[in-house]
Structures are given as structure tokens and as C-alpha cells.
């Protein structure tokens, strides 16, 4: 979704806000734009395109100012262009406001607004909230910047993150939250506002979350947080632990590529100090003191979107194998406006990269409603779903900046892993020598993961083979099945091949008829205990002429009489071959991405959270 960025202070506004936007610019890229006060006035610019684009518009622009916002849009409302790009300001031009998140009952305040003489000029939602906000500051009412946002706030249905500026107050910005997220960054007689503390970490690594239905004042003399009755909060401030070196490419062509290749060192922090490979034993911070939960729950639904869901169906199989508990995988999107029977002993484990996606966030809602537990798996320290699940698990992978999900997915599954250990090795359900077999194979695959990154070649030959395709079949059994969905996920995201992810057996039941030599199949046939049935499916690809790439266990020559292309991965347990099989889907999805001359990082139409439903 979008990203946001403001500032107060003396350093110069453009560095900050644009060098702000740019890393920002993974949440949304269709049009930006940035808003500076000085002397009594607004200075402003906006257009459609990258950031690129607003630095070249903004380049003859003074920007020196007390204070400054910016924005990077994923349009919800209006399409991208340049009058729809944020910052919206009011009749007067004296106030500026950025937003992200939508504003479900604008329809109604835009109605009102003009029967008051407001002027709108965009089709967006947002601007309804800059022209509420300069309602509230009529002289009549003689109210503060801070006042009259906090008044026209609590007129607003719907998501946001907001930042504002007047141009008659200056060194004053004002933000609120409520369901997007918006955390302060607390310099030495400095202050930043941002979506995520990518946008200002360069210059402070000292945070404050601000959580929903709160508000923030930053001027020169400090910040205040409050609520939207205007009592006043003091919440904790936090530390950065990751290094600023992990959000650039260093040294790589896109933000993709490194994330795939930073695999093995992020396989290894999500099992950092968690296992015990001589004993099996696994240890699991955020969960020590919920081991009760752990060892009397009946039932386990997870909840999740997009490349996390694909893992959840993966934490489901190992549920049921390791825990023998009954588990199901719900989409976040559908879960929230269903009427779930919640049964007793029921645990919801909410699975999210970014911790924000709004989906995701509006079924914990549902279940803690309910009085459900829930447990987060979350890679974002401090995010929404961290915060509001009663415990969790990180991930520990680091900031993932390119909007394909790579990394996300292998330590969602590790962790998804430990989870199961841990919840057989407290109900017994494992006997020592399986626990201790399991555990040991797992601090082995960050190598295998290292091994089939070193041999890549074979990768980018058959890239050039898939290049030019239109259509692709991704096909999978048992925990293959959600690799297949992932593989044709990326292929489908960065490359805009259409590809489906299908359960292998279910090919007859319809997709075998799209079989063609126009149409390649990706087969995941390691060598686990489905494979004969997989080398059936092959042979059934095969007597129709279809092209095959197949994903088998080194040492199985075989394979190479059968299928036309094949990337062998190291042999592992059954559970564990995701962990190794879902990398070359990731490569060959990058590859043919950046042979179709795609945009690898910023993939058309997609953002790296999706904050709103
Ligand atoms: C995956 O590559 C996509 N970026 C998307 O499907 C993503 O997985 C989904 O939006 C869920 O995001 P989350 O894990 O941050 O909740």
C-alpha cells in the first residue's frame, strides 16, 4: 500500500522526504508527491510515475522548510495521475495531508463537505479527510492544527495512517493511525513520521509504534502521542536491531535476487538458539510461557494471505504429521466475513511477511472476538499482527524489500516446523528418535539450501526456455502440492506468465486438457513417499506431448530419461523438501522475469503490504 514520510527538524527536507520515499517505494509506485511549509506557505509538488519522476518535478522546487510530508501511492481510489496523487490540500491550500488506507464512508463527508462549499478536485477518498480537517479549523472555532485533526478523525469510518501540515503553524505535523501502520522515528531535536522505519532508519534507530486510534504531534520542541479523546499516552520507545546495510541491494540487481540468495544465513537466524540437534529439544522464546496452550489445544486454524497462506498449508501438513492435531488453513479474506464454529480448545495462528496485511489482521480480529487464542508468525518486529496476537514467533529474515515473497517463505515454513516440534515434543506425540531425527535434519538444510544456490547455471538455461511461454502448470503431491502454488505464484507476479499451482492427481479432473507442447509443467518430484504416483502424472504430461521441467533428488538419473528439463535439489526428509524444492521455482521465476525485461523489485499493479481489503 502507500508509504508515507514526514518530517521536523533543520536538516534539509529533500534529502529526507525523497531519500525517505525511495525506500519506501516497494509499499506502492504509481504516483507521488511531497509538501514543505515555509514562511506561511505551502510548497508542493506531485505527479504520476516513480520517484524518479517526482525528484525531476520537484528538482527546480526550494524545499527548504520547518517541515515536510511525502508520499509513494498504490491507488485504491482514482486512478494514478497526477491530481490524485497525495498530498491532497484543502479549499485554502493551507493545509497538506498524506493518507494511507480508505476512508469507507467519504461518499457521505464529500456530500456534506460541499453542501459547505468545499471544492474538490480529486476522485480519491482522501481528500474528503483534508477538507474535514479544514472544517474543524474555521476560525470560528479557533481550534489547533492538533484539534481539528483529532475532530475530523473521529467523523472518519475506514483505515488510515495520515500525516499533516498548515501552512499558518510551522514546524507542526500531525499523524494518526488507525488500522494501517505509522510509527515516529525520535532524533536528537529531530522527528520523523513513516510507514514503515525503512523511511528514516538512516537517521534515528530510537521508535515509537503508534497504535490504532492514536495520534501524534512532532514539532521542534518534541513529540506528544494521544488518543482521539485527547488523553495523553506514553508509550515506550523502541530500538532498531537490524543492520541499515540489510535494505540496500548491495551489490545485487535487485532486492529479489538477494533475498533468494540470503536464504541459508535466514533459514539459519529463524532456528538461531530455537533447536537442539543432539537432544531434538526445541525452544521457542515468545512461547515458553503459552506451553499449556501449546500442549491443550484441540484444534489449529491458521490464517493467512498470499505466500504465507501457501506456507500455512504447509504448517497444517506438519501439524498433522508431527502433532496429529486437526488443522485447517483458512484465507484471511474469506475467514473474516465467514461465521467460523470456533470450538474449544480452537488456536488461531495468524501467518504475515509484513504483519499489516489488513485481511490477516480483520480474522485475528474475528477470532479474538471470540476469545480465541492467537499466535502471530511475523517477520516485522512491532507490526500490527506482532502486537495485537496474544504471542508469537519471528522470523528473524530481515527487512524483505522486493514485493515477491522469497525469504518470508522458507522461515515461515521453519518456523512453522519448530511450532510442530515443540507442540510434539510437550504432547509426546514424537517418539525421541524421530524428535532428535527431525531436529537434526533442520539445522542441515540452510547447507543443502547453499548448495543448489552455488549451481545455478542450469536455472537460467532453462529461463531461456520458459521466456517466451504464455501459460505454465505448476504440480505438486502432499507437501509438494503448496510449492506448485508458490512456484506459480512468483512466475505469475514478477513475469506476468499466467501460471496455476495444481495438486499433480487432480491434473485429470480438468487442467490435463490445457496440456500442449505450448505448455510447459513444473513437476515437484522429489524423493518422497508420493513419488511413483508423480511419475505417473509425468507420463500422463508426456503422452500428450507436454514439455516437462521436474524437480527431483539428486542421484535420481532416471528422471532425466523422463522429463525434459530437471534441477535436482539435495535429499531430505519428506516434510523438509519445500525448504529445498520452492528455490529453483524462485530462481526461474526471477530468471524468466528479467529476460521478459520485467520490474523485478516493483512487479505492475502489486505492493509489498496490502493494508487495505
Ligand atoms: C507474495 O509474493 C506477495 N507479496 C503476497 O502474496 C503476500 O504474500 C501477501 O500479500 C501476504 O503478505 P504478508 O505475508 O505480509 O501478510
Given at each position: 500500500m502507500c508509504g508515507i514520510i514526514g518530517y521536523v527538524g533543520r536538516k534539509e527536507q529533500r534529502d529526507i522526504l525523497l531519500g525517505g520515499l525511495r525506500r519506501l517505494e516497494y509499499r506502492g509506485y504509481d504516483s507521488a508527491g511531497i509538501a514543505v511549509q515555509r514562511n506561511g506557505s505551502l510548497v508542493m509538488t506531485k505527479v504520476k510515475g516513480k520517484i524518479r519522476d517526482l525528484e525531476k518535478a520537484a528538482?527546480?522546487?526550494?524545499?527548504?522548510?520547518s517541515v515536510g510530508i511525502a508520499h509513494t501511492r498504490w491507488a485504491?481510489?482514482?486512478?494514478?495521475n497526477d491530481i490524485n496523487a497525495h498530498p491532497h490540500t484543502c479549499c485554502g491550500n493551507r493545509i497538506a495531508l498524506v493518507h494511507n488506507g480508505i476512508i469507507e464512508n467519504y461518499q457521505s463527508l464529500r456530500t456534506l463537505l460541499k453542501e459547505r462549499d468545499h471544492h474538490f478536485t480529486s476522485d480519491?477518498?482522501?481528500e474528503v479527510l483534508v477538507h474535514l480537517v479544514e472544517e474543524h479549523l474555521k476560525d470560528s472555532y479557533g481550534h489547533s492544527l492538533e484539534e481539528a485533526v483529532r475532530l475530523a478523525l473521529n467523523e472518519v469510518e475506514g483505515t488510515y495512517g495520515i500525516a499533516v501540515i498548515d501552512?499558518?503553524?510551522?514546524g507542526v505535523l500531525v499523524a494518526a493511525r488507525r488500522g494501517s501502520p505509522l510509527l515516529l522515528g525520535i532524533g536528537s531535536d529531530e522527528y520523523f513520521v513513516g510507514?514503515?522505519?525503512?523511511?528514516?532508519a538512516e537517521y534515528t534507530r530510537e521508535i515509537v509504534y503508534l497504535n490504532d486510534d492514536e495520534m501524534a504531534v512532532l514539532s521542534p520542541d518534541g513529540y506528544l502521542v494521544k488518543n482521539l479523546q485527547a488523553e495523553e499516552m506514553n508509550p515506550d520507545v523502541e530500538k532498531i536491531?537490524?543492520?541499515?546495510?540489510?535494505?540496500?541491494?548491495?551489490?545485487?540487481?535487485?532486492f529479489m535476487l538477494k533475498e533468494i540468495r540470503e536464504q541459508p544465513q535466514t533459514v539459519l537466524d529463524a532456528l538461531r538458539g530455537r533447536?537442539?540437534?543432539?537432544?531434538?529439544q526445541v525452544k521457542l522464546g515468545g512461547l515458553q510461557d503459552h506451553q499449556d496452550l501449546l500442549k491443550n489445544a484441540k484444534r489449529i486454524i491458521f490464517t493467512s494471505c498470499g505466500t504465507s497462506w501457501h506456507a500455512s498449508l504447509i504448517g497444517r501438513r506438519l501439524i498433522e504429521e508431527f502433532v496429529r492435531l486437526p488443522a485447517e488453513v483458512e484465507y484471511a479474506s474469506e475467514f473474516r466475513y465467514s461465521t467460523p464454529?470456533?470450538?474449544?480448545g480452537t488456536v488461531l495462528i495468524a501467518v504475515s511477511?509484513?504483519?499489516?496485511?489488513a485481511d490477516t489482521l480483520a480474522a485475528l480480529h474475528l477470532a479474538k472476538e471470540e476469545g480465541i487464542p492467537c499466535l502471530g508468525v511475523v517477520n516485522?518486529?512491532?507490526?500490527s499482527i506482532a502486537r495485537e496476537t496474544d504471542t508469537g514467533v519471528y522470523l528473524?529474515?530481515?527487512?524483505?524489500?522486493?514485493?515477491?515473497?522469497?525469504k518470508a517463505f522458507t522461515s515461515q515454513v521453519t518456523v512453522l516446523s519448530q511450532i510442530s516440534l515443540l507442540m510434539a515434543q510437550l504432547r509426546g506425540t514424537l517418539t525421541e528418535e524421530r524428535q532428535k531425527e527431525i531436529a537434526g535434519e533442520l539445522v542441515r538444510l540452510p547447507g543443502k539450501i547453499q548448495q543448489i544456490l552455488d549451481d545455478t547455471d542450469c536455472i537460467e538455461k532453462i529461463a531461456d526456455q520458459f521466456a517466451g511461454a504464455d501459460n505454465a502448470l505448476y504440480l505438486g503431491r502432499g507437501y509438494s502440492f503448496p510449492v506448485a502454488l508458490e512456484g506459480a505464484l512468483k512466475l505469475k507476479e514478477i513475469s506476468y506468465i499466467h501460471a496455476e499451482g495444481y495438486p499433480?492427481?487432480?491434473?485429470?479432473?480438468?487442467?490435463?486438457?490445457?496440456?500442449?507442447?505450448d505448455m510447459p509443467a513444473v513437476i515437484l518430484a522429489p524423493?518422497?513417499?508420493v513419488y511413483e504416483k508423480v511419475v505417473s502424472n509425468i507420463e500422463e504430461i508426456r503422452a500428450r506431448r507436454g514439455r516437462v521441467l521436474a524437480v527431483a533428488t539428486e542421484g535420481n538419473e532416471a528422471m532425466a530419461d523422463l522429463a525434459d528439463w530437471v534441477i535436482y535439489v539435495p535429499e531430505t526428509l519428506d516434510c523438509f523438501y519445500p525448504l529445498l524444492t520452492v528455490i529453483p521455482l524462485q530462481l526461474l521465476a526471477y530468471y524468466v522475469a528479467v529476460r521478459r525485461g520485467c520490474n523485478i523489485d516493483q512487479p505492475r499493479n502489486l505492493a509489498k503490504s496490502v493494508t487495505v481489503e
Open positions: 528538482s527546480s522546487l526550494d524545499l527548504t522548510g485504491t481510489h482514482g486512478e494514478p480519491t477518498d482522501t501552512a499558518e503553524q510551522p510507514s514503515d522505519v525503512a523511511a528514516f536491531t537490524w543492520e541499515l546495510g540489510q535494505i540496500e541491494k548491495g551489490g545485487f540487481d535487485h533447536v537442539r540437534p543432539d537432544t531434538g464454529v470456533f470450538t474449544p511477511q509484513s504483519g499489516e496485511t516485522v518486529v512491532g507490526s528473524h529474515a530481515g527487512p524483505e524489500i522486493g514485493v515477491a515473497s522469497t499433480a492427481a487432480e491434473m485429470k479432473h480438468g487442467p490435463i486438457a490445457l496440456i500442449d507442447d524423493g518422497d513417499h
